[in-house]
């Protein structure tokens, strides 16, 4: 019962952020808005949030594009 209670608690405590990304192979193309994975956040230090995809990466942000997700430190 203590476990059951433990992971509800912890699923209720994660953030599911949104975010549109372009991606390397794709060209200047910004995809639509979708959960972020787990390392981005709106953190304004460390490196801008960049996550493999294959042989590509996609580098998140919080608008159309233009303002960048921040990998968390």
Do not use: E, H
Not at 26 to 50: E, I, K, M
């Amino acid at each position: 019962m203590v476990a059951g209670i433990s992971a509800t608690v912890k699923l209720q405590a994660k953030v599911f952020l949104q975010g549109r990304y372009k991606q390397s192979n794709l060209g200047a193309a910004c995809f639509p808005f979708t959960t972020l994975p787990d390392v981005c956040g709106p953190s304004v230090t460390g490196t801008v949030c960049t996550t493999a995809f294959g042989a590509a990466t996609r580098t998140w942000y919080q608008d159309a594009c233009q303002t960048p997700y921040y990998r968390l430190p």
